[in-house]
């Protein structure tokens, strides 16, 4: 390989970088601590790598330097743009949650004097290596393209994998509600996943691995970014699990596509539901991002939910891309290797067709539930106080409650909803102490009274305890994120604790096993629950109700299990005020509606700071409150005599189905199997 000029001034600019980003590192802003954070350790790997490159540019010879001066810049590319996203995110939150400020004041952490400091740091660190980067990664692409592809024997689409790998990442983020819109861009969902799809099969396996990590980088980081504000870890700790995820899946599916002729048009659609199906599963479950839920504001497309839940609906946005990739694909120059132009109408036919089915099932469902006439109706009060008692006064709070809730009580509500933990202290144990004695006694007792005052059924979010005796005979208090319901005589008839509750922020049940795991998560102060062990359906005179608490609302399963005992309403309390954007709350609401239409039940949010909302059985939003603003919203929510539902009735039957398709097309990938399979066209 004959690149004597061009290596040389690659190692001269790449050194010229390197020097100047060791004496960013060495020559500190004056904020800094002299102790160095892991954030500064991170940052120095990232120059070492450079190094190392460095290093390999003057050593090899022959296609060893053709791949380091055409392969690698990528990898170390995406690498450095993880780091400086995850930076970036925390220079965005130096001067706003609880969570940075008291990892400052205790030592974990430091931060400069506000945010815009902060994110200018992580701009300097990592913008002038990371541009070097990307200007070679598109220098050798674009100057002599032939060379590029004499070595390394990409052309067309497949040089550009990496950049379709982020674009599909970008898109896939911003069809769900993201930064550029609250809302998303729903339509997006059917063109997200097309770049990385039309590029997966054109590597060898483990280069088709690496782009299908560069999307889920992205794609994570992107979509879950206030997920920063939320506590030290969790952003790291979301990322690297999701990542090692993403890494299972592609490692497994790859082999099996890279035998197919048409991958993109059922076995990617369906591993992808599959996936998203196992990913919500278990302790370290987590429903988020899953691109059906993109749907939410299209009643008519979302309606097929109460048939196979929302992973139906991804699976129809996913089927419809495969479908629209192979029509990209079809419509492509006959040099390419790929059909004429004329055979894009059997996948222009089954698009059309499968739109028409959704289509039609979907607005038949609408026309059915306008139809419908109620069995009866109950009146909800939802409080939005737009505070959090982890960062304001407690007094302060139940002030604000007490005065949006005396707002509502004109409209004579059968019930009032006040949100997750909204009124804090423990209900049970400073109830029980002297209010002569304790100042969180008295405000107990003043809400006791107080709720006596209305005279009708209030449920609240509030933490609860329980005490016992471990093997040794010492009392041991179990504290749980519950909520309790009140009756109009001011009786206390029921308690919910948490059954799901968030990863290492909330709970961790392996203390034992991990010490040391738990060890650095008090140090980061979490605020650490046990788990419920039991679903409790509330019981209103007029209605029956349970209160999925926080991010419950997002598990089909687990809302289906408790739809089953018995419940006629769906009524969540959330806090989401600690994310600091409208973006989280959006998502969660987002994820949670599509359990009105699963289950046919009405469902009712009642948040901290949004999204509140009332949202029919047919999936309809029926009323909503702005963000981060104080208000009520009371809903006159129509009960209908109870109709079980598909999904209801059967669960997730689809993932067998789902899974035996999978099989199927996996082992019809074999050459040997391939000719008695019931659809060669399809695997070949």
């Known amino acids: ?106 030592g974990n952490l430091s931060l400069a004097p506000n945010s815009r400091i902060q994110r ?88 088709g691995i690496f782009y299908g ?114 029509i990209a694909l079809r419509r492509t120059e006959k040099s390419t290797g790929l059909v004429p132009a004329a055979d894009i109408r059997k996948p222009l036919a089954a698009l059309l067709l499968l739109w028409t089915a959704v289509l039609t099932y979907g607005l038949f469902s609408l026309a059915g539930w306008d139809r419908k006439t109620e069995d009866s109706m109950v009146r909800i009060s939802l409080v939005q106080q737009n505070t959090d008692p982890r960062k304001h006064e407690y007094r302060d709070t139940f002030n604000i409650l007490k005065e949006l809730t005396d707002s509502v009580l004109p409209a004579e509500p059968d019930l009032i909803a006040w949100s997750e933990t909204a009124f804090v202290p423990n209900i049970r144990k400073w109830g029980a102490l ?49 909520s309790v319901l009140f009756s109009d005589r001011g009786i206390r008839t029921g308690t919910y604790r948490k059954l799901h509750l968030v990863p290492f922020s909330e709970y961790f049940p392996y203390t034992e096993q991990f010490p040391w795991v738990f060890d650095i998560l008090q140090g980061l102060d979490p605020d650490l629950w046990e788990k419920g062990e039991e679903r409790v359906i509330f019981r209103h005179p007029k209605f029956t109700f349970f209160t999925p608490i926080c991010f419950e609302d997002s598990f089909p399963g687990e809302i289906r299990d408790f739809v089953r005992d018995g419940a006629d309403v769906i009524l969540n309390l959330s806090n989401d005020y600690w994310s600091l954007t409208e973006v989280e709350g959006q998502q969660h609401f987002a994820n949670s509606l599509f359990r009105a239409v699963e289950n046919r039940r009405p469902l009712l949010r009642s948040t901290a700071s949004g999204l509140t909302a009332y949202v029919s059985p047919d999936g309809r939003i029926q009323s909503s409150l702005p963000y981060y603003e104080e208000g009520t919203l009371t809903a006159d929510v129509k009960l209908y005599k109870p109709a079980d539902s598909l999904y209801l009735r059967y669960g997730n039957w689809m993932m067998y189905l789902l899974g035996a398709a999978a099989v199927l097309l996996a082992v019809c990938s074999f050459p040997a199997i391939r000719r008695i399979c019931p659809s060669k066209g399809i695997t070949s």
């Open 434 to 482: 002297d209010p002569e004695r304790y100042s969180l006694s008295r405000l107990v007792l003043e809400f006791r009274e107080y709720q006596r005052g209305l005279r009708t059924w209030l449920i609240t979010g509030n933490d609860d305890y329980e005490e016992s005796y471990d093997s040794e005979g010492s009392k041991v208090y179990s504290h749980y994120n519950a």
């Open 213 to 326: 990590l560069s999307f889920a980088l992205v794609q994570i980081m992107l979509s879950n970014y206030w997920l920063g504000t939320f506590s030290l870890i969790t952003l790291q700790l979301v990322t690297i699990f999701l990542f090692s995820e993403y890494l299972l899946y592609f490692a497994v599916v790859l082999p099996f596509a890279r035998r197919m002729k048409y991958p993109h048009i059922l076995f990617f659609p369906v591993t992808w539901v599959l996936f998203d199906f196992i990913r919500t599963q278990g302790f370290l479950g987590y429903p988020w991002g899953m691109l059906g839920s993109s749907q939410y504001l299209y009643p008519a497309l979302i309606q097929i939910a109460d048939i196979g839940g929302v992973y139906i609906v991804t699976l129809f946005v996913l089927i419809s891309s495969g479908l629209i990739l192979e």
């Open 1 to 106: 390989m004959k690149t004597g000029p061009t290596r040389l001034r690659l190692l001269l600019l790449l050194s010229i970088v390197i020097i100047a980003e060791l004496l960013v590192y060495i020559y500190r802003p004056f904020w800094s601590p002299d102790l160095k954070s892991t954030g500064d350790l991170l940052f120095l790997s990232f120059i070492i790598l450079h190094g190392m490159w460095f290093y390999a540019l003057l050593r090899h010879r022959g296609p060893a330097l053709a791949f380091d001066i055409y392969r690698l810049p990528e990898v170390i590319f995406i690498f450095g743009a993880s780091l400086f996203v995850f930076s970036y995110i925390f220079a965005t939150n130096a001067n706003l949650t609880y969570a940075q400020l008291f990892a400052e004041t205790s």
């Open 120 to 207: 200018l740091t992580s701009i300097i660190r990592y913008l002038p290596l990371l541009a070097f980067d990307f200007g070679v990664y598109l220098y050798y692409r674009l100057h002599r393209p032939e060379r590029f592809t004499r070595y390394t024997g990409l052309q067309g689409l497949a040089r550009w994998s990496l950049l379709l790998a982020i674009l599909s990442g970008v898109l896939y983020s911003v069809a769900l509600p993201s930064f550029l819109s609250t809302e998303g861009f729903g339509w997006l969902a059917y063109l997200a996943i097309v770049p990385l799809w039309s590029i997966l099969t054109r590597h060898r396996l483990p280069w």
